[in-house]
């Protein structure tokens, strides 16, 4: 639940707060998770680093939809490129919103997210932020068969 001082500085037409997105990419292949904040500067957030880089994201979607965001980072350097493109599998992706003069607080999170469609070139790296889309999983999850349950089926 975002706080009153977020509440505040969003609905007033002028405001000296400063919102700040952390993003946090994490993988079994890598040895730390990627933290960036969108700022010039780094910033200390529940005692982990996020690294200053610009970055722009579009907030998750609020329909029936499977939540979705879309991100796009300069790949100024292209380490950014490289790591993403060297994983296997799916990356993990935490995004938070916190006030810039309150860092610790989380105001908004949408933690269990993957990072999917990822494209990049000498410039800049795309991808689509997903949340898990609940109605592709099997239900019931598990079924009374002989397998399963052999008493059951005992005659």
Do not use: C, K
């Not at 006030?99 to 607080?105: G, I």
């Amino acid at each position: 639940m975002p706080s009153n001082v977020l509440i505040s500085a969003a609905n007033a037409a002028q405001t000296d707060e400063v919102f700040l997105v952390l993003l946090e990419i994490d993988h079994p292949q890598l040895t730390e998770p990627v933290r960036l904040v969108s700022n010039t500067e780094d910033v200390v957030s529940n005692g982990d680093t996020y690294v200053g880089f610009p970055f722009e994201i579009s907030l998750f979607n609020e329909d029936d939809q499977t939540p979705r965001a879309q991100i796009r980072v300069q790949n100024v350097d292209r380490r950014i490129g490289e790591v993403v493109r060297s994983l296997r599998s799916v990356a993990s992706v935490a995004v938070s919103v916190v006030l810039a003069s309150d860092p610790d607080t989380i105001e908004l999170d949408w933690i269990q997210a993957e990072l999917r469609d990822v494209e990049g070139d000498a410039i800049s790296v795309s991808a689509t932020i997903a949340g898990q889309d609940y109605t592709t999983e099997p239900w019931p999850v598990t079924r009374a068969t002989s397998d399963i349950l052999p008493g059951l089926f005992l005659r």
